[in-house]
């Protein structure tokens, strides 16, 4: 579904993404993990288009991307879903859903019409059920809480019907629980949508619960491939996230640029 050949990114004299080759099988859920730094986002950033990689290829469903812009990647089936939540603050839930939906479809919808159209209709119903979000369906988006605010971003990615969906850090600043009830979610979308699923996650304790392959970034580079036994098990990984105190700035330090 998606190859990430010899990918290397550079800001200046630091290499944000480094020689990254990686392969994310049709179907398959895999996490994007490494410490801060490790050139995560930035990956992502690139298969989105919002990067052009300094070298190397992006090849999706078997078509080179590289370089594309981000409205003709999404039109090519990719969505994604960002770690600040991009939603319509002042519409509810419904019309934020129904306004990505309608988009999609090239639809001329009115928001303020009490008639949209039927298919549109239909599909933010759908949405809304998939993310068990009927009962703040009316309410404005920018008034309900973080965890909310975050499903209604990976509605608003799923609405574009994406054969593959990047989530990057779908539980960040929620509470232990909202974390754990996340990342089900994420699995339960994975497994009914019939999608390549992609996440970027800090939080270990939850990729491996979740996802099937682990990906780990170090300084920019590829350090580990596996499932979650293997990576658990890994000493370079252990050593990743559990380095000294210069390790961590050394990985701070490395972080893409504002």
Do not use: C
């Not at 298969?47 to 003709?72: N, R, W, Y």
């Not at 009490?114 to 988006?141: N, Y």
């Not at 990342?183 to 992609?198: A, Y």
């Amino acid at each position: 579904m998606l190859r990430l050949d010899h990918l290397v990114k550079k800001f200046g004299g630091l290499t944000a993404t480094n020689d990254v080759t990686l392969d994310f099988p049709a179907g398959t859920l895999s996490a994007i993990i490494g410490p801060n730094g490790a050139g995560k986002t930035t990956l992502f950033n690139q298969i989105t288009g919002h990067l052009v990689p300094t070298s190397g290829k992006i090849v999706f469903a078997g078509e080179d991307i590289t370089g594309m812009k981000p409205a003709a990647i999404v039109r090519k089936g990719i969505g994604r879903a960002f770690q600040v939540a991009n939603i319509f603050p002042t519409m509810t839930v419904e019309e934020a859903l129904a306004s990505a939906v309608s988009a999609h479809a090239h639809a001329a919808f009115e928001l303020s019409s009490a008639f949209p159209r039927r298919d549109v209709k239909t599909r933010t119903e759908e949405l809304l059920a998939l993310l068990g979000m009927e009962p703040v369906a009316r309410r404005i988006s920018g008034e309900i809480s973080h965890g909310d605010q975050k499903l209604l971003d990976v509605g608003l990615a799923l609405a574009l019907d994406p054969k593959l969906l990047l989530l990057d850090e779908p539980a960040a600043g929620m509470g232990p629980e909202e974390r754990w009830q996340m990342m089900d979610t994420v699995q339960r979308l994975w497994k009914s949508q019939n999608m390549t699923l992609i996440f970027i996650e800090h939080d270990i304790d939850l990729v491996f619960r979740t996802a099937e392959i682990i990906h780990v970034l170090r300084y920019g580079a590829v350090l580990a491939s596996g499932q979650a036994d293997e990576i658990r098990g890994n000493p370079e990984v252990i050593e990743a996230y559990l380095g000294s105190e210069t390790d961590a700035t050394e990985a701070d330090s490395r972080e893409e640029p504002a």
